[in-house]
């Protein structure tokens, strides 16, 4: 598989990988910013499930330890924690629908 991006200049295309979490299956991956192919060692936050993750060399990824996450540059790390707060926010929201 070509890696590039989709459509929207934004989602980089991925080979598929599942978080190791929850098992949600993706083929794309996005920043804030856009533009970043993921690179193996990259973290990312599982849209489904808040699960942090990290890259792999094959650019599917594994659960992220707690030695890596607190390497990670501080402002890196509230950005990243803002992400896992909102997507937490928005599963309560969603599971809130269904009561």
């Not at 856009?34 to 990312?44: A, C, E, K, T």
Request: charged share 25%.
């Amino acid at each position: 598989m070509t890696q590039g991006f989709h459509d929207d200049g934004k989602s980089a295309i991925i080979p598929k990988t599942s978080c190791p979490y929850c098992g949600t299956e993706f083929t794309a991956s996005s920043t804030l910013e856009g533009g970043h192919l993921p690179s193996p060692g990259d973290m990312n936050i599982c849209i489904k499930c808040g699960g942090w993750t990290v890259f792999t060399e094959a650019l599917g990824v594994r659960a992220a330890t707690h030695k890596e996450i607190k390497r990670l540059p501080s402002e890196l790390k509230r950005e990243m924690l803002d992400i896992e707060t909102k997507v937490n926010a928005f599963r309560r929201y969603e599971a809130s629908k269904h009561n």
